[in-house]
């Protein structure tokens, strides 16, 4: 394809990037924009193409799992259209919060204000701290684990320590071989900007394995357009795995003297030609190797301020190279 000009918007300025692999996208959207599907029994997903949620049917009423802004009220429409289909009650009963973000709880408030909220008792911090109307806090606080049976079916919650956000949660459907646990791996596609938006880096590098330690066969990630798989958690966990060993080489290569000896008592003008090229060095392999096989993976700014975090976490969290000699 070439590009064409593209008049007064300035479209027609902006790159070009590498096809998507067909593997990274899913079904096609139905004419209200959204499409929702059947995981495992009454367990279902519902997806914009970028932002996903879920929702179990029971004899009790729905139970909902996130509630993006991006999906919004067409949460609202897939409840009804499979309660319906089903025979079931299209009634909202219980709503879970994955982690206090807006863009995946932005929609909370749709389902009016006798639905009983669950969420990290962080979760409740955070968001009373946010007191934003759209996102109520939860009711229902847990710390560690917490059990929700609703009409006979079960999701098990739990929390092992802060990744992405320092309330973000395990939710695992044991009677329906699923786990959803999200923004940290994206099906088929590279982490965003700085380790896909994350505060805690080790945390983050350390979810994948905790995640895979569950017994599960379908994944809900939260982005972007289909489920994802064990070797969709597999790649990303190499992805990672091989930022982090290009970033200690580039750590223990890179010679920071001359950045610093080049811009004299300009430390910070130092400090960032130093880890510029630090992370240049470690961070070109991984666009180069990813590319074709993690959509956007040739975006390269995901993957260099992904390797600038990983890089600072390497120095700030485990100490790597911060005892060499700055000074000349
Ligand atoms: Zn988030």
Not at 158 to 163: K, L
Not at 175 to 193: C, E, R, S
Not at 238 to 257: F, G, K, M
Not at 306 to 318: A, G, Y
Request: one cysteine or more.
């Amino acid at each position: 394809m070439t590009s064409t000009a593209t008049g007064a918007d300035g479209a027609a300025d902006l790159p070009d990037y590498a096809p998507i692999p067909r593997s990274a996208l899913g079904p096609a959207l139905n004419d209200q924009r959204y499409y929702v599907g059947r995981v495992e029994r009454n367990l279902y997903w519902v997806t914009d193409g970028v932002y996903q949620s879920a929702f179990l049917t029971t004899r009790d009423g729905v139970v909902v799992f996130d509630a993006p802004a991006s999906i919004g009220n067409n949460l609202r429409l897939a409840v009804d259209e499979i309660a319906a289909a089903n025979g079931l009650p299209n009634t909202v009963t219980h709503f879970v919060y994955s982690h206090h973000h807006a863009d995946h709880a932005g929609a909370a408030s749709l389902f009016g204000g006798n639905v009983v909220r669950i969420g990290h008792e962080e979760t409740k911090h955070l968001l009373v701290r946010d007191n934003d109307p759209t996102r109520p806090a939860p009711e229902v606080t847990f710390t560690d684990r917490y059990t929700l049976d609703v009409g006979g079916e079960r999701a098990e919650l739990a929390w092992h320590g802060p990744n992405h956000s320092p309330d973000n949660i395990y939710i695992h459907f044991p009677g329906h071989d699923t786990l959803m646990f999200i923004d940290v791996v994206n099906a088929g596609w590279v982490p965003i900007y700085n380790v896909n938006l994350s505060e805690d880096v080790p945390g983050y590098m350390g979810a994948p394995a905790i995640a895979l330690d569950y017994p599960w066969t379908h994944f809900i990630c939260g982005h972007l357009g289909r489920l994802a798989t064990r070797d969709d958690v597999t790649v990303h966990q190499q992805y990672i795995a091989d930022i982090e060993a290009s970033a200690r080489e580039a750590l223990a290569t890179v010679d920071p003297i001359p950045s610093y000896m080049r811009y004299g008592e300009n430390a910070w003008a130092g400090v960032k030609a130093n880890l510029d090229t630090v992370t240049e060095r470690a961070a070109a392999p991984i666009v180069a190797k990813y590319t074709g096989v993690l959509a956007a993976a040739d975006i390269e700014i995901f993957t260099y301020t992904t390797t600038f975090q990983i890089m600072q976490s390497l120095r700030l969290d485990t100490g790597l190279g911060v005892s060499r000699p700055v000074n000349p």
